[in-house]
């Protein structure tokens, strides 16, 4: 899932770009090279997350609720037929 790229850049960029901001004033020469070097530790971190969008979420989610839905009608249903498979007690003497 290394290679999944469900992130928002701007999101990225952003976080970049605060990080850059806080280094102090001397070593802003330096940005571009610092600012790559972010994006990509951020990059790289993310990705080993393995984190899933929350369109993915959202669908998982959908999925797990209608199989809970499937269970329990099943489950009914078992029931039904075990109860109706079960055999009557004998009439009392």
């Keep these: 899932?290394?290679?999944?790229?469900?992130?928002?850049?701007g999101i990225i960029d952003d976080l970049a770009r605060r990080l850059h901001e806080?280094?102090?004033?001397?070593?802003?020469?330096?940005q571009?090279?610092?600012?790559?070097?972010?994006?990509?530790?951020?990059?790289?971190t993310l990705a080993r997350l393995e984190l899933v969008t929350?369109?993915?979420f959202d669908i998982q989610a959908a999925l797990l609720e209608r199989t809970r839905e499937k269970l329990?009608?099943?489950?009914?249903?078992?029931?039904?037929?075990e109860a109706a498979d079960t055999p009557a007690p004998p009439p009392a003497a």
């Design 22 to 30: 806080a280094v102090p004033r001397a070593l802003r020469d330096m």
């Design 54 to 56: 929350r369109e993915e």
């Design 72 to 81: 329990e009608a099943l489950e009914a249903r078992l029931g039904k037929l």
């Design 1 to 9: 899932m290394s290679t999944r790229s469900g992130f928002d850049p």
């Design 32 to 44: 571009d090279d610092l600012e790559q070097n972010f994006k990509a530790v951020l990059q790289s």
